[in-house]
């Protein structure tokens, strides 16, 4: 067969697969070849879906809800979720014209950035970063410019740094928080800071929400499209299912902004996945409206996350040459390796091999001087996986 004329797209051979996803694929082959593997390189709860959001998507498909909806999801659904960003948020002037249901937060973020992104068009994005950001900017053709932030200052973006990064090319600015992959979350005066900077300079901002729940030693999540009506004007926050109720293969990601943007978000979805899977958005409608039901669930997984998240910070602070930052949120913690002079890549391989550690490289995050650990799997591989590392770690100093 001649295959002379053959050659990938740009934009395919512009992007990298997720080097999460190869971390817990590689993690697995060796698990099932039989190695006892601590796997720590989960982006996921390992808690099972509440059952009455299960119930409620058996008892949708039980009546039939086996078609297509409208592309930008569930009108009822869509209207409890600008009733919840409107009460629990405090974002004003949200309807369900506002909001999106998409296949997964993953998506949500891509369609936000498409939406409002183009070829010769600047992403700043906020460092460490989630691995997706950079290749979804490239992918809409857009160049992803990276403002980085260091264990030093909390893995937090200052204003000063935001606004020396922006150029007249600069139109969206992706920000996490609670962040992956350090746990840092953002209060009111820094996020406040960022937004005052976003509208002096007209630019948009990308608010990735989807940790708002799972937050620790008495922190508060800040919403930054509800600081005024212009913040709100130029935020698109998304957030998702996923890691609040542990729905991540359930694939429902959500956004709210301004009626412009969420409807050349639904057009663009129409034209690509038409709407996100109908039955399992009534399992979503289910946590939405159950809010007692679902604030229990919650505080179980937080009290197990809590435990777990202490349990580790205490164990990396006794591994000699390891610092790590107290994360405050989501389920990761983000520690420097730097002091062994190995970059994150070789670091991550060798504990994998040698001590059969699955961690993520902080290369993958934008920070070559970390790796990424989540607690969102037992106490007892915990425990495991610390004192492996911290073996091997002796070794290498």
């Known amino acids: 067969m001649d295959t002379s004329n053959f050659k990938l797209s740009v934009w395919a051979d512009n992007i990298t697969p997720s080097p999460t996803l ?90 936000a950035i498409q939406s409002v992104c183009g070829p010769g068009d600047e992403v700043l994005i906020a460092a460490p970063y989630w691995v997706s950001y950079p290749e979804m900017a490239k992918l809409c053709g857009a160049n992803p410019t990276v403002v980085s932030a260091k264990d030093s200052t909390g893995f937090k973006v200052s204003p000063e740094q935001l606004d020396a990064a922006i150029t007249d ?12 992959p350090t746990g840092a979350v953002y209060n009111r005066e820094e996020l406040e800071g960022l937004m005052e900077v976003v509208l002096r300079r007209d630019i948009l901002l990308m608010s990735d929400e989807i940790y708002e729940y799972l937050l620790y030693d008495g922190v508060t999540h800040h919403s930054p499209a509800s600081f005024s009506k212009e913040a709100a004007a130029h935020t698109i926050t998304v957030s998702g299912f996923s890691k609040t109720f542990s729905m991540t293969g359930w694939r429902l990601g959500t956004l709210a902004a301004r009626k412009e943007i969420a409807k050349a978000v639904s057009s663009i979805q129409s034209h690509t996945t038409s709407n996100a899977t109908t039955f399992a958005q009534f399992g979503a409608l289910a946590a939405m409206k159950n809010k007692e039901q679902s ?84 106490d007892d591989i915990i425990e495991k996986g610390l004192s492996r590392l911290k073996n091997f770690c002796q070794r290498l100093a």
């Open 169 to 180: 090319r600069t139109r969206l600015f992706i920000l996490n928080s609670p962040s992956n």
């Open 295 to 378: 604030r229990q669930e919650i505080d179980k997984m937080l009290t197990a996350f809590d435990r777990r998240r202490n349990l580790m910070l205490d164990g990396l602070g006794e591994i000699p040459g390891i610092t790590c930052q107290r994360a405050q949120g989501a389920f990761y913690l983000f520690p420097n390796i730097s002091s062994f002079n190995l970059k994150s890549n070789d670091f991550s391989a060798r504990l994998l091999e040698d001590e059969k550690v699955a961690v993520v490289p902080g290369i993958a995050f934008g920070d070559d001087d970390c790796v990424r650990l989540s607690y969102a799997t037992s």
């Open 22 to 111: 190869a971390v817990t694929a590689r993690a697995k082959a060796l698990k099932a070849a039989g190695q006892d593997i601590c796997g720590f390189g989960a982006g996921e709860p390992d808690f099972d879906t509440p059952d009455f959001i299960k119930d409620a998507c058996r008892k949708a498909l039980n009546e039939g809800q086996t078609k297509y909806i409208p592309a930008p999801g569930l009108p009822e659904l869509r209207a409890v979720l600008a009733e919840k960003y409107t009460n629990e948020n405090g974002i004003e002037g949200l309807s369900a014209e506002n909001i999106v249901t998409s296949p997964g937060g993953k998506y949500s973020c891509h369609l």
